[in-house]
């Protein structure tokens, strides 16, 4: 909506004992209204089409019944001073409401609503109208613009039901005409009456019906509180003091037996009391406030139904019911007294502003934690949560039951850290979960060198298959299990896990060897040896037969093995070899993963 100013109510509130009186499906039988006059809610229908078969009326349309008004019900008003206008129209919130109202002397030249609203009642709202929601929902899509009135102008209200349940609305006007000119806003001389318009008040307020009349001989006083009018007994003054909900009758006795009778309805509304409330915190990194939380304590042990609670940034705006505060209230920094309003639902006018609370803005605890932490296998514990510099000013709480910063876990889970920040009472936290997972420590299990020759792929293996990386030498680090392109030579691997559970390093060396040699004399393959051993210091390969005989050894300066051992030539099969080196220690070593097989055949 476009104003904030939601001012003083005057309501017009539901009395079921007379129904009948307060109804009218027509808008030539429209009710007269006006300040501080009840108003029963409910409909009862529609008799004769008011709007002659026209299938819409500003945002009205046709409806199954196959006419604008479904159950219906028309007020009227007129306006007694000049200013800002609005119409909040309560009901149930499962319930779907419809309005419109017109600028109109009579019902014969309506003419288009100046306001009306068709929405359903999809969010469960508990007010339609004009204006602003009175419970501080500033989002709510069944509200129209306030009206700007001058004194004297005639308006037609029609309130339609289109729901299949009907336990009635209240009516409340409100807007600035009420706090410039409280009696006056809507004129009351429609409503003709000796005891003049139906009377709202509240449970302390002294009601006085006045029916002076000049030359009257006596007066009898009548209450009917739903089992029709009964005598009050001894009541013969010119004036009577309700004190119950009803409908009250005087009986003037004339001299000439020209008797008058007049009626007015009396509707007295709970008192609300306000309860103390609590201060509370704004916290850091929260952009609004939810002013309705504090509802519950507002209203004790009160029917949250009966009544309506608003927010206000001063006690003068409290006392008028201006200015309300959104329900999600935009927090600043520093601290902000918020002033409660409870108003009786069916009178606003009656409430009670006496109380207010603190809210102040307080610094969020910041969890600068790890969220994901592993257990490493060659470790008993790790340590989670602030370990670092703890604010001695927060209080820490684990889903374990401990209350230190950070603690030391002994098994992977999901752990919860909450720091909360508490001062003079108040207080806000900050909740974090911290995933821990076992890691196992990586080892090389094995390592396939492929194509020995001079680009050469050389595969690592390994005993885990997640959070592990790879490097050959000084290179970098990479994902792939795989290298290619490798020279011959000795080289290192190795593997890290990333999880910060160790590394493992081997080394191996890259050399280059026939798979089957064929020593026939043929000049071709008729010798078998290593390739690349050069880049070795001082390398020695022995040759072994199937039973593990050894039957050659070769060093880089030979021209290789023919097949031959002490001039015997050995028989077609696969033989196994294995190389040893002068590492760059100065001992000798046994080349790793190298140690293979070749066929000779003949």
């Not at 609004?288 to 949250?304: H, P």
């Not at 021209?559 to 220690?585: A, H, M, Q, V």
Request: charged share 15%; aromatic share 10%; with cysteine.
């Amino acid at each position: 909506m476009k104003y904030r100013d939601l001012v003083l109510y005057i309501i017009l509130v539901l009395c079921a004992s007379s129904v009948s009186a307060q109804v009218a499906p027509d808008c030539i039988n429209a009710i007269p209204i006006c300040s501080n006059t009840p108003v029963n809610g409910g409909t009862l229908g529609y008799g004769v089409d008011d709007f002659n078969g026209a299938i819409r009326t500003g945002c009205l349309e046709e409806s199954t019944t196959g006419a604008i008004e479904s159950n219906s019900a028309w007020y009227r008003f007129r306006t007694g001073t000049s200013g800002q206008l609005g119409i909040n129209i309560g009901f149930d919130i499962s319930e779907d409401w419809d309005f419109a109202l017109y600028r109109a002397s009579d019902c014969s030249t309506l003419g288009d609503p100046i306001r009306c609203n068709f929405f359903d009642n999809q969010d469960a709202n508990a007010f339609i109208g004009i204006g602003e929601d009175p419970t501080g929902v500033t989002d709510n899509v069944q509200y129209e613009d306030w009206l700007q009135v001058t004194a004297g102008e005639d308006y037609y209200l029609l309130i339609n039901n289109f729901s299949n349940g009907n336990s009635g609305f209240s009516i409340q006007f409100s807007g600035n005409v009420f706090v410039t000119d409280p009696f006056n806003a809507l004129d009351c001389s429609i409503i003709n009456n000796l005891l003049g318009p139906p009377i709202s008040a509240c449970d302390n307020d002294i009601v006085v019906l006045d029916a002076t009349t000049p030359m009257a001989i006596d007066y009898n006083w009548f209450l009917d509180t739903g089992a029709g009018f009964q005598p009050i007994v001894g009541e013969h003054n010119p004036t009577y003091q309700a004190n119950l909900d009803g409908m009250y009758r005087v009986n003037v006795i004339m001299p000439s037996n020209n008797n008058l009778i007049s009626d007015v309805q009396v509707r007295f509304a709970p008192m609300p009391l306000a309860y103390p409330i609590s201060d509370d915190a704004s916290c850091s990194g929260a952009l609004t406030y939810d002013l309705s939380q504090k509802n519950v304590e507002v209203l004790g042990t009160q029917n949250a139904a009966d009544f309506i609670v608003s927010y206000h940034s001063t006690l003068a705006d409290a006392n008028n019911g201006t200015n309300l505060l959104p329900t999600q209230h935009t927090t600043i920094n520093g601290p902000q007294t918020i002033y409660a309003r409870v108003s009786s639902i069916n009178s606003p006018g009656c409430f009670d502003a006496s109380q207010q609370f603190q809210l102040v803005y307080l610094e969020t605890p910041a969890l600068d934690i790890e969220t994901d932490v592993f257990l490493c296998a060659a470790n008993s514990s790790v340590t989670i949560g602030e370990f670092f510099i703890p604010d001695p000013n927060y209080s820490y709480s684990w889903n374990t039951g401990e209350t230190s910063a950070s603690i030391d876990v002994t098994q992977a889970g999901t752990y919860t850290l909450t720091a909360t920040n508490n001062q003079a009472g108040l207080s806000c936290s900050n909740t974090k979960d911290i995933v821990v997972t076992s890691s196992i420590t990586p080892l090389i299990t094995d390592i396939e060198i492929e194509d020995l020759q001079n680009n050469n792929t050389v595969t690592v293996l390994t005993n885990v298959s997640e959070h592990i990386e790879f490097q050959l030498d000084n290179g970098p680090f990479q994902a792939s299990h795989i290298f290619t392109d490798v020279l011959p030579g000795v080289h290192s691997v190795t593997i890290n896990d990333s999880n910060g559970c160790g590394s493992a390093t081997e080394q191996l060396v890259v050399v280059g060897y026939p798979k089957f040699f064929t020593p026939n004399g043929d000049a071709m393959n008729d010798y078998w040896h290593i390739k690349g051993i050069s880049n070795l210091d001082d390398a020695i390969v022995y040759i072994y037969d199937r039973y593990g005989r050894l039957v050659k050894q070769l060093t880089p300066n030979d021209i290789g093995w023919n097949g031959r051992c002490n001039g015997k030539e050995l028989p077609s099969s696969d033989y196994w070899f294995k190389l040893s080196y002068t590492d760059t220690n100065g001992q000798r070593a046994i080349a790793k993963y190298i140690n293979n097989h070749f066929s000779l055949r003949r």
